[in-house]
T-cell receptor, first 114, second 115 residues
Framework: DAKTTQPPSMDCAEGRAANLPCNHS???????VYWYRQIHSQGPQYIIH???NNETNEMASLIITEDRKSSTLILPHATLRDTAVYYC???????????????FGQGTILTVHP | EAQVTQNPRYLITVTGKKLTVTCSQN?????MSWYRQDPGLGLRQIYY???????DKGDVPVGYKVSRKEKRNFPLILESPSPNQTSLYFC??????????????FGPGTRLLVL
């Protein structure tokens, strides 16, 4: 699975959009970009994933550049409860021994302040 | 409610005393796995199971055992715990899917202290 690079920490004001970047310059054509977050030692929580098109769900939006070498997770109206560690993970889809495995990096600590 | 449960949530034990951490999911998922999380090292996979009676090692399997006799349960066994197994443990499960849809659901975690 491709490696990812994220800033170690970011701040965001409550109510504003939080834009979390991720570089994955060695991503392969069959690899998806996943985002998970972990709130204070709770179990990681799935947020969103995408292959090459931008994606949106009730939690966030995912913008993937045309060359797929980087992406941005957008929390449109951050709240204090969005304070967490955000992980960008790149992995291939189902199949083979890597099925299901997530390789977590250090992630980005997002702090939302009042 | 779809969930992954782990028990116990907190455990203090002594070196060498066998223990089992249970994991159960109610989503009929084929895939289950165990991770440990340590400061500065992030989450690392210990063991995984692709279905009943099918298990394999992850990145840090030494000192651990697992079994998958039923689809819903995937216990983690520490036959002879040592202090370096003090950690926060997470169980996870996911359905088999395609198109990147194998999102994983994580349990609440088990904090283990081995003295």
């Amino acid at each position: 699975d491709a490696k990812t690079t994220q800033p170690p920490s970011m701040d965001c004001a409550e109510g504003r959009a939080a834009n979390l970047p991720c570089n994955h310059s060695t991503i392969s054509g069959n690899e998806y970009v996943y985002w998970y977050r972990q709130i204070h030692s709770q179990g990681p929580q799935y947020i969103i994933h995408g292959l090459k098109n931008n994606e949106t769900n009730e939690m966030a939006s995912l913008i993937i550049t045309e060359d797929r070498k980087s992406s941005t997770l957008i929390l449109p109206h951050a709240t204090l409860r969005d304070t967490a560690v955000y992980y960008c993970i790149v992995r291939a889809s189902a199949g083979g021994t890597s099925y299901g495995k997530l390789t977590f990096g250090q992630g980005t600590i997002l702090t939302v302040h009042p | 409610e779809a969930q992954v449960t782990q028990n116990p949530r907190y455990l203090i034990t002594v070196t060498g005393k066998k223990l089992t951490v249970t994991c159960s999911q109610n989503m009929n998922h084929e895939y289950m796995s165990w991770y440990r999380q340590d400061p500065g090292l992030g989450l690392r996979q210990i063991y995984y199971s692709m279905n009943v009676e099918v298990t394999d090692k992850g990145d840090v399997p030494v000192g651990y055992k697992v079994s998958r006799k039923e689809k819903r349960n995937f216990p983690l066994i520490l036959e002879s715990p040592s202090p370096n197994q003090t950690s926060l443990y997470f169980c996870a499960s996911s359905a088999r899917g395609t198109g990147g849809r194998e999102t994983q659901y994580f349990g609440p975690g088990t904090r283990l202290l081995v003295l």
